[in-house]
């Protein structure tokens, strides 16, 4: 009874933080109910006895990526009347594209919510913890596809690089190829002097 209840009581939560998110004027606040939302889908990830996806949520998002967001809005100047511009003229466009996704990630997470007895998993899985045996799967049986997602993460960072590299005036950038082929002797010269003795102050007359 008591699970029921919290569940319904952050499903309230999620879903009142998610719509705030999106009609918040101010862009702060939009992303400190996000971060509402995330603390609150991190309670039902626990609820779900899932607590390794529950505390690498609030980690990961709420950790990183939302204390990133607040540095980036609050650094930035953004004009609210330009951002919000033509909101309401494209939001029946808006309401049925995200209608249409709703329903396919309905149609396609449907089928897989099925809940299972503890019989059909060995007895070695039941014996594990939540983290060891995610851990075990991921390693094991899914392996390859989580090397592809790596691999996809890393040409998404190098792309995300390759766009945002620009030539400016007022940047200063160096080669990376011409620093490797820097030698030692290029940057420095030893010159040799002769030593110079410097003599000693001559005293002027009439001074002790």
């Known amino acids: 009874m008591t699970t029921t209840v ?8 999620l879903l009142g933080a998610s719509f705030r998110v999106i009609t918040a004027k101010n862009t702060v ?10 603390f609150t889908a991190s309670g039902l990830w626990m609820l779900l006895k899932a607590e390794f996806l529950a505390i690498t949520l609030v980690l990961v998002y709420v950790g990183a990526v939302m204390v990133l ?22 939001l029946p466009l808006a309401g049925l594209v995200g209608a249409l996704i709703a329903l396919e990630m309905a149609a396609i997470l449907l089928g897989g919510f099925k809940v299972s007895t503890p019989k059909e998993f ?42 945002t590299l620009r030539e400016r005036k007022d940047s ?6 011409e620093q490797v082929k820097a030698k030692k002797a290029d940057r420095v010269r030893l010159v040799k002097m002769d030593a110079v003795k410097h003599s000693a102050p001559q005293q002027q007359e009439g001074t002790p």
């Open 69 to 90: 967001f607040l540095f980036v809005v609050m650094m930035l100047d953004i004009n609210q009347d330009v951002v919000r511009e033509g909101f309401w003229k494209h």
């Open 172 to 177: 200063k950038g160096q080669n990376p190829g």
């Open 122 to 163: 060995p007895p070695e899985m039941l014996a594990m913890g939540n983290s060891k045996a995610l851990g075990v799967a991921i390693y094991t049986d899914y392996l390859y596809p989580l090397q592809v997602a790596a691999v996809l993460l890393l040409v998404a960072i190098i792309a995300a690089i390759a766009l």
């Open 29 to 38: 606040h939009a992303a400190l109910f996000l971060i509402l939302a995330f």
């Open 6 to 13: 919290l569940f319904y009581l952050f499903s309230i939560v």
